[in-house]
């Protein structure tokens, strides 16, 4: 038990502090786990190929799918058709389709699908997208308690029934495992409850910005990255003649020149490229597209010996408005580009891809570029092609946010994307098959008809998320094979005396959103689920509706943008303070809190 205690509090303080990766402090307290012999060497390793982390495999490839598929695409017409133009009712259609769909995509993912959406939303409407970001991210977390394919944690849950189960005291009625739609009533009522919290107080929570940040369309973005990063100028080619002093040097020694420009591309010879590489040689006759203000250029081709044109003669088909230009992308909290330099990436040798500026909080970075390091949340400015972008964005390492000029890849493929979805929920809704063979038959059947590739479903897994729910269930089960969980109980039981149910619950879920806040909340349902059994058993109460509070309030993280991955990615977009996230999330915690006590004890009274 001190060992197990030891583990979880260890566990807890490495995913706080973020001195090492999540995946591998996960992975180290299962090896642990398996060197002490907390549970049988057997069953160490069993999370891999557990019922709940197959089922979280198979989803995220579906969800990649009805990408891939263009049902996105068809949500954002849908949007604006029944939005009509109008804000209020874009908030309520924007929040009530993102709901729905909370209900079959994991969260994270979701919010990398609806980001671009809202922004394409926000661009040809008018509503400045910070009206629209907070309350899309808070839907998403509302609404994904309706199903159990898209929750990890409710995911998780029935593994977790299954251990505790087996370690319940002789007499002990087992915990019956929750159904697909078992806590769809709860979900219902939190979804609904989002959505009209929005409607009813959107205008009072999020003031609209002075300043007409988000306003951002490919056909006109000069005003507002000046005025947003300072990127202020115009294009134009330079021509280094036989004289100019430049003939030999790398792109990234002229970039170090007093005056230097934003060099965006290159043409030398019969070769021509956006975004050329640091190492690049220049040479006589080289022809370099710029970005800066015309005067400060004139200067740079003056003292260089270059030839200026204010006209893309040559580059112009590379400038061109419809295949390349300026756009933002957000570093997802999945992203490899973590903790790693704008240098260290070489984004223009890989993908031909210029970063201008990087934006975190209200800090703007935009001289030496190369020696920032990216953190989660962090904004980018980046001059590309978009065919260039799409390339980068495949591994989801990054977020496009600005609306751009796309094309949906497979639209051939909606109906049998939509088929084999459809036929996933049917089969564990109306088979006895588990969860995972459920989904993962949906997943194969995509697979097959060609909606994606194999490659493709590889990329589309969120392998960290995989790993920590994989590592981290067996700490569950160590806590209810040593006994750590009962003896919790009995704590908790000591300090509360003779309190209510109900005042047991509050104190379970309050104590699992506060964990959820600063950890996983997989994580924090893994602890909390065991000891919530281990009350309602020592109790006389119901303990599936005791394990399900847990499960429910480990989504309720509404009230700092580092409690779920969907608020870190829409911090920066929206350009939210710590302040705006309190303001909406503390009357929504106490709504989501009392809903989630009710309904549930609604359900099991």
């Known amino acids: 038990m001190i060992l197990v205690l030891g583990l979880v509090g260890f566990t807890m303080v490495m995913l706080v502090l973020e001195w090492v990766r999540a995946d591998m402090v996960a992975l180290l307290v299962v090896v642990v786990i398996g060197l002490t012999g907390l549970i049988p060497s057997e069953k160490v390793f069993q999370g ?13 490839i579906m969800g990649a799918g009805l990408d891939r598929a263009g049902v996105l695409g ?92 087996a370690n319940l005291p002789p007499g002990a009625q087992t915990v019956p495992k929750f159904g697909l739609f078992s806590v769809t009533p709860v979900g219902l009522a ?24 988000q306003k951002v369309t490919p056909g ?11 990127i202020v100028g115009e294009t134009a080619e330079l021509t280094v003649t036989a004289e100019s002093p430049l003939v030999g040097m790398s792109i990234g020694e002229v970039e170090q020149l007093h005056g230097a420009p934003l060099i965006l591309a290159i043409r030398s010879g019969n070769e021509a490229r956006m975004a050329p ?49 300026i756009s933002e992308a957000v570093i997802p909290p999945s992203s490899r580009f973590l903790k790693q330099s704008v240098g260290e990436l070489r984004l223009r040798k890989r993908y031909g891809i210029s970063v201008l500026a990087v934006t975190r909080g209200d800090q703007v970075y935009r001289d030496d570029l190369r020696s920032v390091s990216l953190r989660t949340g962090d ?24 609306d751009i000029p796309r094309e949906e890849q497979r ?66 089960w160590s806590m209810d094979s040593t006994g750590t969980a009962a003896w919790l109980a009995q704590e908790v039981l000591l300090h509360l005396g003779r309190a209510s149910p109900w005042i047991l619950q509050l104190s379970l879920a309050i104590l699992t959103l506060l964990f959820s806040q600063v950890m996983s909340n997989v994580g924090a349902t893994v602890m909390m689920v065991p000891v919530a059994i281990s009350v309602a058993v020592a109790t006389g109460g119901n303990p599936s509706a005791y394990a399900l509070i847990v499960a429910v309030s480990s989504s309720n993280t509404f009230l700092l943008s580092s409690g779920h991955p969907a608020l870190m990615m829409v911090t920066g977009p929206g350009d939210y303070s710590s302040r705006d996230f309190l303001r909406a999330g503390v009357p929504l915690t106490f709504i989501v809190l009392v809903i989630t006590l009710v309904a549930i004890n609604l359900m099991y009274r």
């Not at 006109?220 to 300072?230: D, I, N, P, Q, V």
């Not at 220049?282 to 270059?306: D, H, K, T, Y």
């Open 48 to 60: 891999f190929a557990g019922n709940a982390v197959i089922a979280i495999i198979a989803i995220m």
């Open 74 to 165: 068809l949500t954002a017409q849908f949007v604006m058709r029944m939005a009509r133009g109008k804000e209020s009712r874009l908030g309520v259609v924007i929040n009530s389709v993102t709901s729905l769909f909370s209900a079959v995509i994991p969260s994270q993912a979701l919010a990398a699908l609806m980001i671009p959406v809202t922004s394409r939303l926000s661009a040809r409407t008018g509503v400045p997208i910070s009206r629209l970001l907070l309350p899309m991210a808070f839907c998403i977390l509302t609404a994904t308690n309706t199903t159990l394919i898209a929750n990890s944690p409710l995911i998780v849950l029935n593994d977790l029934i299954a251990s505790a189960n």
């Open 190 to 213: 939190l979804a609904v409850a989002g959505v009209l919290f929005f409607y009813l107080y959107t205008s009072k929570l999020l003031p609209e910005r002075e300043d007409e940040r």
């Open 220 to 230: 006109r973005t000069e005003s507002y990255f000046a005025e947003t990063y300072g």
């Open 277 to 325: 590489p640091a190492d690049q040689v220049i040479w006589v006759g080289s022809v370099l597209g710029v970005l800066g203000p015309r005067e400060e250029l004139n200067r740079f081709a003056n003292n260089q010996l270059c030839r200026v044109s204010p006209r893309m003669r040559q580059l112009g088909e590379l400038f061109n408005p419809t295949r390349a230009g």
């Open 379 to 402: 904004t980018l400015v980046l001059h590309s092609s978009w065919k260039a972008l799409q390339d980068a964005t495949e591994d989801k390492d990054l977020v496009v946010v600005t």
């Open 411 to 476: 639209p051939n493929k909606i109906w049998q994307a939509v088929g084999f979805f459809l036929l996933a929920k049917g089969l564990a809704l109306f088979t006895n098959l588990d969860l995972s063979i459920a989904m993962m038959t949906g997943a194969i059947g995509m697979l097959l008809s060609g909606v994606l590739n194999m490659d493709e479903a590889y990329k589309a897994v969120n392998w960290k998320t995989i790993f920590v729910t994989a590592c981290l269930i067996p700490l569950g």
